[in-house]
């Protein structure tokens, strides 16, 4: 009697190794994926840490989640009723790094209606006054 073939077996054997093998490198992938995603999240947590910590502001505190900035643009805009003398300071003027015109314990302008602005040390016209902190 001749022996029976069990080539019958080989074709679901090597598809079920191919479906196994796949399966261990996709679970490897996705490991390596949610770890790498979960390093990033705690780095950028991080920087939002740090951000808070240095945010010395906390007047406008008005959003509960870390990271709801209020980005204020250092500029300022005069508009009178009538053209009137402004003197204008700047309650946290010891953290300036920039000014224009120079910050020399407030600002002393002319401000017209129209929003024009003639600066009284100089006698330049602005359209703002600038700051940065």
Known sequence: MAKK?????????VFLSILVVGLVVSTICLAFVAATAYEKV??????VDKLEAN??????D??????????????????????????????NSNKLSTSYPKYDD???VFAKKDGNLIDKNT?????????EG
């Open 62 to 91: 008005d959003g509960d989640f870390p990271g709801d900035f209020v980005v204020k643009k250092p500029l300022i805009y005069l508009y009178p009723t009538s053209d009137t003398e402004v003197s204008v300071k700047l309650s």
């Open 42 to 47: 705690d780095y950028l947590q991080e920087k």
């Open 5 to 13: 073939s069990n080539t019958k077996y080989i074709i679901p054997i």
């Open 106 to 108: 407030g600002w002393k």
């Open 55 to 60: 945010n010395d502001d906390d007047d406008d």
């Open 123 to 131: 006698g330049r016209s602005l359209y703002g006054l600038y700051w």
